[in-house]
């Protein structure tokens, strides 16, 4: 994405953002400078100025997705707070602004300092960033699913698979499990011709992280029977 205006860059910061924190679209139209730390890495989602789902308030630390995905990020804190002066109630992502130009038309001139009244915008930059670049547009809640999946390959245990799903904002990491990460066709046909071969078996830290999911699974429906009826 080229970087040179300030509209392109504010645009270049919002995808690497949303890869950085899987924060819904919602969540980061409503952002404030404030919410973003840099130094111990994180974003908090404070449900009284952040429109988070449900209104649940949580910290989300950046996920392993590359320093060059970080960098793009701090450059932007840094040039709103150095180079704007602008401070911590001040939007992470303001909006377009929009004036009457001397051809009595209405003109980009560079950005407000306001927020977006919706996430619509964020949307359209994501379509045109992704026509732009000749690939098929992938919404901003796609990368969520792109996080959980990339969560799947690299956590090792029960309680690192845990955490990365309270980073995404969920409760219970069935949900996490059951509402994201679906598994492409490809990796599908794979798995499954995996199965036939016996001589393959799955990694012992994959083993730890089934069997932990299973047993929840067990314990939930076991405390669910026990309830007494209506």
Same mark, same amino acid.
């Given at each position: 994405?080229?970087?040179?205006?300030? !509209?392109?860059?504010?645009?270049?910061?919002?995808?690497?953002?949303?890869?950085?924190?899987?924060?819904?679209?919602?969540? !980061?139209?409503?952002?404030?400078?404030?919410?973003?730390?840099?130094?111990?890495?994180?974003?908090?989602?404070?449900?009284?100025?952040?429109?988070?789902?449900?209104?649940?308030?949580?910290?989300?630390?950046?996920?392993?997705?590359?320093?060059?995905?970080?960098?793009?990020?701090?450059?932007?804190?840094?040039?709103?707070?150095?180079?704007?002066?602008?401070?911590?109630?001040?939007?992470?992502?303001?909006?377009?602004?929009?004036?009457?130009?001397?051809?009595?038309?209405?003109?980009?001139?560079?950005?407000?300092?306001?927020?977006?009244?919706?996430?619509?915008?964020?949307?359209?930059?994501?379509?045109?960033?992704?026509?732009?670049?000749?690939?098929?547009?992938?919404?901003?809640?796609?990368?969520?699913?792109?996080?959980?999946?990339?969560?799947?390959?690299?956590?090792?245990?029960?309680?690192?698979?845990?955490?990365?799903?309270?980073?995404?904002?969920?409760?219970?990491?069935?949900?996490?499990?059951?509402?994201?990460?679906?598994?492409?066709?490809?990796?599908?046909?794979?798995?499954?011709?995996?199965?036939?071969?016996?001589?393959?078996?799955?990694?012992?830290?994959?083993?730890?992280?089934?069997?932990?999911?299973?047993?929840?699974?067990?314990?939930?429906?076991?405390?669910?029977?026990?309830?007494?009826?209506?």
């Amino acid at each position: 994405m080229p970087a040179d205006t300030d !509209i392109e860059r504010r645009n270049h910061a919002l995808v690497a953002f949303t890869l950085l924190t899987g924060a819904r679209d919602s969540a !980061i139209a409503s952002m404030k400078l404030k919410h973003v730390d840099l130094i111990t890495n994180s974003v908090n989602q404070d449900a009284r100025q952040v429109k988070t789902k449900f209104s649940k308030t949580f910290n989300t630390f950046f996920f392993p997705v590359g320093k060059e995905v970080r960098e793009i990020v701090a450059a932007w804190v840094s040039y709103l707070r150095d180079e704007k002066l602008w401070g911590n109630d001040d939007p992470l992502f303001p909006a377009t602004r929009v004036t009457l130009g001397t051809a009595r038309q209405f003109e980009v001139t560079g950005l407000a300092q306001g927020h977006w009244s919706n996430a619509s915008p964020i949307r359209k930059i994501f379509r045109e960033a992704f026509v732009s670049a000749g690939l098929p547009y992938f919404n901003p809640h796609s990368f969520r699913n792109t996080l959980v999946q990339l969560g799947q390959d690299v956590c090792r245990t029960p309680e690192q698979f845990k955490a990365w799903s309270q980073n995404l904002g969920h409760e219970k990491v069935l949900t996490t499990f059951l509402s994201y990460g679906e598994v492409a066709c490809q990796r599908q046909g794979e798995i499954i011709r995996d199965l036939a071969m016996p001589q393959r078996s799955t990694s012992p830290d994959a083993d730890i992280i089934a069997e932990a999911v299973f047993r929840k699974l067990h314990s939930s429906e076991l405390d669910f029977k026990k309830k007494p009826g209506p």
